[in-house]
C-alpha cells in the first residue's frame, strides 16, 4: 500500500511538473504574439529575409496592438516599398511622421515619392529631412541624386558635394563611396 501511495505522489508531482512547463511555454509564446517589440523584431528580420509579405502582416499586427508604434510604422513603409507598394509605403511613412518627425521619416517618404516618379513631392521631403537635420549626409546625397535623375546637374553637384563631406567627416568610406561613384557619373569630380 506504501508502495502505491509513494508511485501516485510521484505521478501527481510529474503531472504538477508538466503542467507549471505547459503553463510557462503558452505564457511565453502569448507574450512573443501580443509583445510589440518582439513582434517588429519578428518584422525586421522577415524583411532581412526578403520575406516581404510575411513582414507586411506581422507588422500590420504589431500596429494593431500598439496604434502609435512609430517604429512599426517605419518597418512597415520599408516592408511595402521593398515589396514594390510604393503608395502604401507612402501612406505609412507620412503616418510615421505624425509621431516625432525625424529625417529618417522625410528620407523615407522621398525615395517613395522618387519610385513613383513624384519628383516634387521628393523633393520637399528630401528639403524637409534636411530641415529636420542638417548634419544627415544621407538626405543631401538623396535630394542631389533626384536633381541627379531629373537632369539638373548645378543642383545634384552641390547637394552630393555636402554628402561628400558630411559621410568624410562620419568616416563613412561606404557612403563616401557611393557618392564619389555618382559625382563622377556625373563627370563632376
Do not use: W
Amino acid at each position: 500500500m506504501a508502495k502505491k501511495k509513494i508511485i501516485y505522489r510521484l505521478f501527481l508531482f510529474f503531472l504538477l511538473i508538466s503542467m507549471l512547463i505547459g503553463l510557462l511555454l503558452l505564457i511565453f509564446y502569448y507574450r512573443n504574439r501580443t509583445d510589440p517589440v518582439a513582434l517588429l523584431n519578428k518584422g525586421n528580420n522577415l524583411i532581412k529575409k526578403e520575406k516581404y509579405n510575411q513582414a507586411i502582416i506581422i507588422l500590420k499586427k504589431t500596429i494593431k496592438i500598439k496604434p502609435n508604434y512609430k517604429a512599426a510604422y517605419n518597418a512597415l513603409g520599408v516592408a511595402y516599398s521593398k515589396a514594390g507598394l510604393h503608395k502604401k509605403s507612402i501612406q505609412t511613412y507620412l503616418k510615421s511622421a505624425e509621431f516625432q518627425p525625424d529625417s529618417t521619416d522625410y528620407i523615407n517618404l522621398g525615395s517613395g515619392y522618387f519610385f513613383i516618379k513624384q519628383y516634387d513631392k521628393c523633393i520637399s521631403s528630401y528639403e524637409k529631412a534636411i530641415e529636420l537635420n542638417p548634419e544627415d549626409g544621407y538626405a543631401y546625397y538623396s535630394l542631389g541624386y533626384v536633381y541627379k535623375e531629373i537632369k539638373e546637374r548645378n543642383k545634384a553637384r552641390h547637394y552630393l558635394k555636402i554628402a561628400l563631406k558630411l559621410f568624410q567627416q562620419q568616416n563613412n568610406n561606404k557612403e563616401v563611396s557611393e557618392v564619389k561613384k555618382v559625382l563622377k557619373d556625373l563627370q563632376i569630380i
